[in-house]
Structures are given as structure tokens and as C-alpha cells.
């Protein structure tokens, strides 16, 4: 992978990961039509971690609090019923399904999972269920009423991410609507739900970088890096748009872009397992 392969690529990341249409597929595609190589779940998660610092940044003071309490409520009986501690706990119950389903799932993540005939198909199933989340979801439960029931379902719903085209955020936010959650507290839950996953992913992934087919370290620092500035700002323009407005705009585009590729795909135009169909002297795709 070239500098500005992965320059192009961080910035994919950071613009897609936190809107609901999948950051993964994003650079999973992105790659393709550019006739580049698949750059591999190994950059994916690596450079997630980008985006995760943002999350760290923009949340600082509500994770802060919430490590602080949560850390007090082991020794000391008074902070158990603290709503910070509680939200501590919410996200540990909340990562274990995607915890568990990576590894379990682990190989194919990194083969099966990155056909771009599925990952069409999930854009496009996927958008269909937020919106009829957006529509049906009572929208009256806030953060507070957060159970343990519902932090295991959002956490079933986080883990189907690991399918590119699904949308961590996406999937996340679809399962809070459905359980009645506000827009803005449905994201804000699925953003701090996902720090940990991503973080203990991303680290997990970095002995693979450099390695084999996988992209080089210095390349994917710059992705990382880039992803991290441009997340930031998605972030903060997100939780306010979201307050005012649904999610039907990022539908419509999930379902249009699942549509091209699958046309593409079927039409010949890019090879499901790569990038561009390639053509050998005799016409025979390679």
C-alpha cells in the first residue's frame, strides 16, 4: 500500500465509521473501485483505533466519570447504584457478544465476510431495518434506563459489524431504536459501546500489519492519524444533526450504493473477492 492509497483510505474511515452506513464497506469498496488491493480486515481494525481516540475526545468528560465510578463501585458500596458505574458495567455486558463472535468467526472475517456480494447485500438490508427502526421506535427510553438486557442486545446488534456493509453505528443505533431508545442517545450509547471492541480489535490486529499481504506500518499510521481528525469532526456534527433529523438520507444512499455494486458485480465489472475484473489476452477473467 502506497502513501496516498492510505491517505485516501483514512479518510474513508474517519468520514464513514461513525454514520450509519459502514465504514468497512466504505474502504472494502473504495479499494475496489479504485482497482486497488484489498487492503485487509488487519488495516480495518488497525485503523479503527483512529477513530476510536476521537470517540475518547469528544466523550472525554462522560468516559472519565464513567471510569472513575465505575472503578469506586468495586470497593465501595455507595457508587454501585451510581448511573456512571452502571454505564461501566452496561458497556463491559455489551462487548462481550462481539467479543466472543470475532474470535469465533475470526477466519471468516478475514475471507468469506469481505465478498462484495454480501457486503451489498447488507448495505441494502441493513439500511432497510434502520429505517423501519427509525420508524416504529418509540423514542421515549433515554441512557438512564439503560438495563442489562438491553446493553446484551445492543451488543448482539454491534456484533453483526463484523460483516462489512452492516455498520457498527448502524447496526447499534437500529437495535436502540427498536428497544424505544432517542436517536441522540441510541448513537451515543453505540459510540461508547464500541471503544472497547474496537480498541482490544484494533490492538489484537497489530502484529498482523507489515506482515504477509497485509499493508505496511507507516502507511497505516497515516490512515490511522487521518481517520482520527476527520472522525472527530464527524462525530460532533452527527449528535447534532441527529437530534432534528432521521436517518432517511443515509438509507437511501446505503440502498443506491448496495444496488451499483451488486450491478457491478453481476454485470462483470468488479470481481466479488477483489477489486476491477481482470481480463487476461483471451478474455477470460483472471
Known amino acids: 500500500m502506497g502513501w496516498f492509497e492510505a491517505l485516501v483510505l483514512g479518510l474513508v474511515q474517519g468520514l464513514t465509521e461513525f454514520l450509519p452506513i ?10 475496489a473501485f479504485a482497482g486497488w488491493d484489498d487492503p485487509g480486515a488487519a488495516f480495518t481494525a488497525v485503523t479503527q483505533i483512529g477513530t476510536e ?19 469506586l463501585s468495586l470497593t465501595k458500596r455507595e457508587y454501585r447504584s451510581d448511573p456512571d458505574a452502571k454505564m461501566g458495567w452496561l458497556i463491559i455486558v455489551g462487548s462481550v457478544p462481539i467479543g466472543v463472535l470475532g474470535l469465533l468467526f ?21 439500511g432497510l431495518l434502520l429505517l423501519l427502526a427509525d420508524r416504529i421506535g418509540r423514542k421515549d427510553r433515554e441512557l438512564d434506563q439503560l438495563t442489562v438486557p438491553h446493553g446484551l442486545a ?35 450509547y453505540a459510540f461508547l459501546l464500541a471503544v472497547p471492541a474496537v480498541l482490544a480489535s484494533g490492538a489484537y490486529k497489530l502484529t498482523d500489519i507489515g506482515e ?3 499493508p505496511g506500518v507507516g502507511p497505516t499510521l497515516l490512515a490511522t492519524i487521518v481517520s482520527f481528525g476527520v472522525g472527530y469532526a464527524v462525530i460532533a456534527w452527527l449528535m447534532s444533526y441527529i437530534k432534528k433529523n432521521s436517518f432517511l ?4 444512499y446505503r440502498v443506491a450504493l448496495g444496488v451499483l455494486v451488486l450491478v457491478l458485480v453481476f454485470t462483470g465489472v468488479l470481481d466479488p473477492d477483489a477489486g476491477p475484473a481482470v481480463t487476461d489476452a483471451v478474455g477470460q477473467r483472471e
Not at 22 to 31: F, Y
Not at 162 to 171: F, H, K, T
Open 22 to 31: 459502514s465504514s468497512s464497506a466504505h474502504v472494502r469498496l473504495t479499494a
Open 53 to 71: 481516540l476521537a470517540v475518547l475526545l469528544y466523550f472525554s468528560r462522560k468516559i472519565g466519570r464513567i471510569l472513575h465510578h465505575w472503578f
Open 106 to 126: 475470526e477466519e471468516r472475517i478475514e475471507s468469506v465476510f469481505r465478498d462484495l456480494r454480501l457486503t451489498a447485500t447488507t448495505l441494502i438490508v441493513f
Open 154 to 188: 445492543y451488543g448482539f446488534a454491534q456484533a453483526l459489524a463484523l460483516i462489512p456493509g452492516v455498520s457498527r453505528s448502524g447496526g447499534t443505533i437500529t437495535g436502540g431504536l427498536l428497544l424505544g431508545y432517542k436517536r441522540a442517545d441510541a448513537a451515543e
Open 212 to 214: 504477509g499481504d497485509a
Open 249 to 252: 438520507p443515509f438509507v437511501i
